[in-house]
């Protein structure tokens, strides 16, 4: 099983968008796809589900990331298993290929938990204690994605919401890789030296952690690697991408920490500008000759190989 962080502090970058349908894509060439919501905005959700369905079969079944933090919090005790939900006209579509897309739905009221998780952080009443709290809290999801349960899936991606809180940090904790979509414009691209300052700090603090005291309580080390940067909303001009956007995405190629990945997405609302109405993500609704599916597949022929994903091979 591999875990992806999908991940950027800027919104509107089409983070979501690309989030469903490269684990759609991945899905149709027979991998099993668990999607997870970390967002509060909850639009991955909405990519599978109405507002009516989630009302209705997630939110008042208590089906949602929110419960499973909240019960984190005082110590309770629910299976993240549990709240695997397995979208139907996604999967209706997906049909005999071998692959699925299960989901684990988030919550518009997620934005609270990252302030009484940082709560939680303080009131310990020494360095050690401070340090297991530490451990604990940011580690949580990564020891729930390891219960056997997760063991049949080849590929997790984890939508963040675009900021660096405790819910985000526990998703990077348990990924192996960070994948972060942008822009190719000025304010999209501000922000990448500082998100990889900001993995830099975490990794070193975490593992400093585990050194010193993780150990007696089963954490083990992290290496979250950088999968690079995958640029999207590219506007086209005759087969080219225009020289604005070459310009900043040739800048953060030459002049970043950041890889950067050889796919980009165009920008389309032909696609995506009704996404989540019918329940299945654009690329497995799109003709096959389509170019925007094109650009998915070598994305996904990117993003699959770097991971070591083939289809059929559980990891």
């Known amino acids: 099983m591999r875990v992806v962080a999908v991940m950027n502090y800027k919104g509107g970058v089409g983070k979501t968008t690309l989030t469903a349908n490269l684990g759609a894509v991945a899905a149709s060439r027979g991998l099993r796809v668990l999607l997870i919501d970390l967002d509060p905005q909850t ?20 089906r949602t990331i929110k419960r499973w933090y909240e019960d984190e919090l ?25 692959g699925c897309v299960d989901l684990i739905s988030s919550h518009l009221g997620l934005i609270d938990i990252d302030l009484e998780l940082a709560a939680r952080l303080g009131g310990a009443t020494t360095l050690e204690g401070s ?38 940090k526990t998703a990077i904790v348990a990924s192996e890789q960070v994948l972060v979509p942008a822009k190719a414009d000025y304010l999209s691209t501000l922000g990448l030296e500082y998100l990889v300052g900001n993995l830099t700090t975490l990794v070193e603090q975490f593992n400093d952690y585990v050194h010193h ?9 992290i290496a979250p690697g950088l999968l690079g940067v995958v640029f999207t909303m590219v506007q086209i001009y005759s087969q080219q991408v225009v020289l604005a956007q ?12 950041v890889p950067v990945l050889d796919s980009k997405i165009r920008n389309s609302p032909r696609h995506f500008g009704d996404a989540g109405e019918s329940g299945v993500p654009a690329m497995l609704r799109a003709a096959g ?27």
């Not at 709240?83 to 071998?98: A, E, I, Q, S």
Request: aromatic residues 8%.
């Open 43 to 62: 639009n991955l959700t909405f990519s599978f589900y109405s507002i009516d369905e989630w009302h209705h079969q997630l939110k008042d079944t208590g």
């Open 74 to 98: 005082p110590g309770r005790e629910t299976s993240l298993a549990d709240l695997v939900v397995t979208p139907g006209r996604v999967n209706t579509v997906l049909g005999d290929t071998g």
């Open 131 to 168: 340090k297991r709290k530490f451990l604990d809290l940011h580690g949580c999801l990564r020891r729930a994605l390891a219960n056997g349960q997760f063991a049949g899936y080849d590929l997790v991606l984890i939508d963040c919401a675009p900021n660096f809180g405790l819910v985000t």
């Open 213 to 221: 005291k993780g150990g007696d309580q089963g954490h083990r080390p």
């Open 246 to 257: 070459h310009t900043y995405i040739e800048e953060v190629r030459l002049n970043s920490q």
């Open 289 to 315: 000759r389509d170019e925007v599916v094109r650009e998915f597949d070598q994305l996904a022929d990117e993003v699959l190989g770097a991971l070591g994903l083939k289809p059929g091979e559980h990891r």
